[in-house]
């Protein structure tokens, strides 16, 4: 079946550093791939998504691409904020699994001042 | 904006209690869905429906049961509340698209205290 793993946390930096958050799947067919922000005591939001090979997610500064050669949809920012201290989840929705989305278990980001 | 709308933030229920958690949301989405949030365990899909009428079981369905009787409303029943049952629970609305590419809108969640 389809699976999802992300890059164990928790990640803890100091604002203006790089984030990497590495996310690699396993999926049936061809996957959209997702990015989701969770901040404290909120449900999740879309941060990002991709739909095909090479495309190039983006939004409020991060940004993955969908690598199907490695089946990896990492996720970067060039310089994180306290504000970007939330949980990340990186998630797929296989083509053939009829619409249900795969999950990895979640990222917790903390940024330091 | 569209919007997921869970009733309830912050609930506090007896065990043995007959629970309703309701979810509605306003983007004519087909698709509406069930999870349960518990630390290290991530996200873990109860129930989901692709229209009205219409319910499959997720992961883990057993002590939960739901309702959709209309396109925009999805309901979760805890039909003898246990303090098992302590969570978050969240709702998610998708569109039917071929590829599924465009992602969930989640509800901010309804945190359950069985007691």
């Known amino acids: 079946g389809d699976s999802v793993t992300q890059m164990e946390g928790p990640v803890t930096l100091s604002e203006e550093a790089f984030l990497t958050i590495n996310c690699t799947y396993t999926?049936?067919?061809?996957?959209?791939l997702f990015w989701y922000v969770q901040y404290p005591g909120e449900g999740l939001q879309l941060l990002l998504k991709?739909?095909?090979?090479?495309d190039k997610g983006s939004n409020k500064g991060f940004e993955a691409t969908y690598r199907k050669e490695t089946t990896s949809f990492h996720l970067e920012k060039g310089s994180v904020q306290v504000s970007d201290s939330a949980v990340y989840f990186c998630?797929?929705?296989?083509?053939?699994?009829?619409?249900?989305?795969?999950f990895g278990d979640g990222t917790t980001l903390t940024v330091k001042p | 904006d569209v919007k997921v709308t869970q009733s309830s933030r912050y609930l506090v229920k007896r065990t043995g209690e007959k629970v309703f958690l309701e979810c509605v949301q306003d983007?004519?989405?087909?698709?509406m869905f069930w999870y349960r949030q518990d630390p290290g365990l991530g996200l873990r899909l109860i129930y989901f429906?692709?229209?009205?009428?219409?319910?499959e079981k997720g992961d883990i369905p057993e002590g939960y049961s739901v309702s959709r009787e209309k396109k925009e409303r999805f309901s979760l029943i805890l039909e003898s509340a246990s303090t098992n049952q302590t969570s978050m629970y969240l709702c998610?609305?998708?569109?039917?698209?071929?590829?599924?590419?465009?992602?969930?809108?989640f509800g901010s969640g309804t945190r359950l205290t069985v007691v």
């Open positions: 998610a609305s998708s569109m039917i698209r071929t590829g599924g590419s465009y992602g969930y809108t």
């Open positions: 999926a049936t067919g061809y996957p959209s």
């Open positions: 991709a739909t095909k090979a090479d």
């Open positions: 998630a797929l929705i296989s083509n053939t699994n009829a619409g249900k989305s795969t």
């Open positions: 983007m004519d989405h087909e698709n």
């Open positions: 429906s692709y229209d009205v009428k219409m319910k």
